[in-house]
């Protein structure tokens, strides 16, 4: 069964720095791109940032570009998100999502989210 | 940023009905377009790419249409399980969502 776990969030002040996790089973890892998507009642659904198969190649969202980094330990079957100089505006459910196998960043399996509230 | 639009935001059904959602893109985005549908406290659950392609697992009710700038999800016969909120995204440049189209009853 191909299951994505999400952990590390929590409640974080404004300024601060959190690190979110995804560990992954079920399929072979260094196979697939990952990303991280956010959601928020007022934005909706936001992509945040992706990572290559063999972390190689990296993207991100303009919201998030600089501050945000992504990784992965394909030894670990691990995807993870450090997030930095955090903002109000960055509270969101963090979803961790597996890309699909064809040409695009779309979104096969989707982890349960982790909540991170930015606040003081 | 390819801005993507939705409509209804909110559609009243009933199961057994045939729906058809719509999403619209400000500039097009070929068929590079996925449709997840997602129930209060989960994940969105993918089921469609490619317009038209449906994901492994989703029933043959759910179909996906479209190019460029407009595209439809049709559900052709509406089952219980399947009143949720029904999102668009593009892929063609970075990924963006649409903000979502509600089924409800």
Not at chain 2, 39 to 62: D, E, H, M, V, W
């Given at each position: 069964e191909v299951q994505l776990v999400v952990s590390g969030g929590g409640l974080v002040?404004?300024?601060g720095s959190l690190r979110l996790s995804c560990a992954v089973s079920g399929f072979?890892?260094?196979?697939?791109?990952?990303?991280?998507?956010?959601?928020?009642?007022?934005?909706?659904?936001e992509w945040v940032a992706n990572i290559k198969y063999d972390g190689?190649?990296?993207?991100?969202?303009?919201s998030v570009k600089g501050r945000f980094t992504i990784s992965r330990d394909n030894a670990k079957n691990a995807v993870g998100l450090q997030m930095n100089s955090l903002r109000a505006e960055d509270t969101a459910v963090y979803?961790?999502?597996?890309?699909g196998l064809s040409w695009g960043y779309y979104m096969d399996v989707w982890g349960k989210g982790t909540t991170v509230t930015v606040s003081s | 940023e390819v801005v993507m639009t939705q409509s209804p935001a909110t559609l009243s059904v009933s199961p057994g009905e045939r729906v058809a959602l719509t999403c619209r893109a400000s500039q097009s985005v070929r068929t590079n377009l996925a449709?997840?549908?997602?129930?209060?406290?989960?994940?969105p659950r993918?089921?469609?790419?490619?317009?038209?392609?449906?994901?492994?697992?989703?029933?043959?009710?759910?179909?996906g249409s479209g190019s460029g700038t407009e595209f439809t999800l049709t559900i052709s016969s509406l089952q219980s399980e399947d009143f949720a909120v029904y999102y668009c995204q593009q892929y063609d440049n970075w990924p963006t969502f649409g903000p979502g189209t509600k089924v409800d009853i």
């Amino acid at each position: 069964e191909v299951q994505l776990v999400v952990s590390g969030g929590g409640l974080v002040q404004p300024g601060g720095s959190l690190r979110l996790s995804c560990a992954v089973s079920g399929f072979k890892f260094s196979d697939y791109y990952m990303s991280w998507v956010r959601q928020t009642p007022g934005r909706g659904l936001e992509w945040v940032a992706n990572i290559k198969y063999d972390g190689s190649e990296k993207n991100y969202g303009d919201s998030v570009k600089g501050r945000f980094t992504i990784s992965r330990d394909n030894a670990k079957n691990a995807v993870g998100l450090q997030m930095n100089s955090l903002r109000a505006e960055d509270t969101a459910v963090y979803f961790c999502a597996r890309e699909g196998l064809s040409w695009g960043y779309y979104m096969d399996v989707w982890g349960k989210g982790t909540t991170v509230t930015v606040s003081s | 940023e390819v801005v993507m639009t939705q409509s209804p935001a909110t559609l009243s059904v009933s199961p057994g009905e045939r729906v058809a959602l719509t999403c619209r893109a400000s500039q097009s985005v070929r068929t590079n377009l996925a449709w997840y549908h997602q129930k209060p406290g989960q994940a969105p659950r993918l089921l469609i790419y490619g317009a038209s392609t449906r994901a492994t697992g989703i029933p043959a009710r759910f179909s996906g249409s479209g190019s460029g700038t407009e595209f439809t999800l049709t559900i052709s016969s509406l089952q219980s399980e399947d009143f949720a909120v029904y999102y668009c995204q593009q892929y063609d440049n970075w990924p963006t969502f649409g903000p979502g189209t509600k089924v409800d009853i």
